[in-house]
């Protein structure tokens, strides 16, 4: 058996040590005989484990008693309706930063619920950096302000959280969930895809505020209203139970790891690390200004990119993968999630170095 180190944007790598756990309890579960993936979502196994991986989830990142934590799915796709199905308020519109691709689909989205002001856009500069605070034309009477923290796509993390007075923040943090800590009672709304820094595809994570639940457009959708998943401890319909089961594991392995400042020295290490080795190149290239500069997804540029394939190609050999760039931006993207361990950044760059003399 090899495992790679595996750069995708998501799904990402799981931590060896879960999948060994995993592995571990498949056929039987903790002596009942089944796989979690057998379980009744009612029975006392599984409320259980969902009990004990909000639990942990909430020490992990202090998550206040007025937040509610729900486990549903969708995807980060599915927040970007439901988020103004559920906040937008008396006709008052809602300030979206515009910093990236999944800014611009959440913006997309959002129009369809109601009115939609830009309070900020990158796009002119091609989305290489965060703007300031200075530069967000806010509006005091908005509905909500929602941005996205980690660009995934681009490489773009907001250095700072944006001070919105008293308008509920909203933040799409699918990309950069758990990797470092954070102050939640900065936000109104949380919400991330699983499958980057949190467990397998099909979990969605939402953390919202408790009063801003329960007032949701006329004509949402049961399964899109927020107070049903609330009140029914994310067990209204059936949850994604084997993937919740996952996730508890990795909230396990990074409390074992020290929380999330361990996680976050650990990030920082290797995007350091890793941007240092393209800056200190003439052959590697990253545009985003470095302030700006995302811990969990680092796009790059060779030279000249008729070498794009071979470096694909032979980084492949060495058990380097995933690391083409997203379709819209082309290059390289090496995505070093929380589970990715540094030694598989160390060899990236060993790789990229030998990649340059050989080719450069
Ligand atoms: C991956 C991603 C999404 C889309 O997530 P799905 O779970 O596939 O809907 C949205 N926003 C960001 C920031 C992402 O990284």
Known sequence: MSRAFNFSAGPAMLPAAVLLQAREEMLDWRGSGMCVA???HRGKEFLSIAEQAETDLRELLAIPADYKVLFLQGGASLQFAMVPMNLYRDGRAADYLNTGSWSKKAISEAKRFGEVRVAATTEAERFTRAPAQAELALNPDAAYLHYTPNETIEGVEFPYVPD?????????????????????????????????NVGPAGLTIVIV???????????????LDYKIHADNDSMYNTPPTYAWYLAGLVFRWLKDLGGLPGMAAINRRKAEALYAAIDQSAFYANPVQPESRSWMNVPFTLADPKLDDTFLAEAKKQGLVTLKGHR?????????????????????????????????
């Open 209 to 223: 505020r408790s009063d801003l639940i329960g007032q949701p457009l006329p004509g949402t959708p049961t399964m």
């Open 38 to 40: 057998e379980m009744s």
């Open 164 to 196: 919105t007075g008293g308008v509920p923040l909203v933040a799409d943090m699918s990309s950069t969930i758990l990797s470092r800590p954070i102050d939640v009672s900065r936000y109104g709304v949380i919400y991330a895809g699983a499958q980057k």
């Open 328 to 360: 819209s931006v082309g290059g390289m993207r090496a995505s070093i999630y929380n589970a990715m361990p540094e030694e598989g950044v160390q060899a990236l760059i060993g790789f990229m170095q030998e990649f340059e003399r050989k080719y450069g």
